[in-house]
């Protein structure tokens, strides 16, 4: 792991219930009160899971990509190029918190 990875890690720990764990398809996996809000395979990609109106919204806003090896499941992906990139992975990642801990 590296530089943008750090970053990223660096940022969404410091959000209530946040914690940080070994992903079984390898990377870092983050959740929030003991749920998967994404994952990070390196420095390169960042997965999350959406409801579909959401991912369809996401991707139709050039925000993320479909999924890069399940493209029709919920799922939906981030490339992280260079630099600039953290802030849309983590700004994905604030959504998805934002999803996740608001009550309904």
Known sequence: MGDFSERVQGELRRW??????????????F?????????????????LQFPANMKKKLIKERKALPHHFIPKSS?????????????GAIELFRLQYQRMTSRK
């Open 75 to 87: 799922w939906l992906s981030y490339s992280i190029e260079k630099s600039e990139d953290v802030e």
């Open 31 to 47: 959740r929030v009160n003991g749920k998967e809000m994404g994952h990070m395979h390196g420095d390169l990609m960042v997965d």
């Open 16 to 29: 209530p219930g946040v914690t940080v764990h070994d992903h079984r398809f390898g990377g870092l996996e």
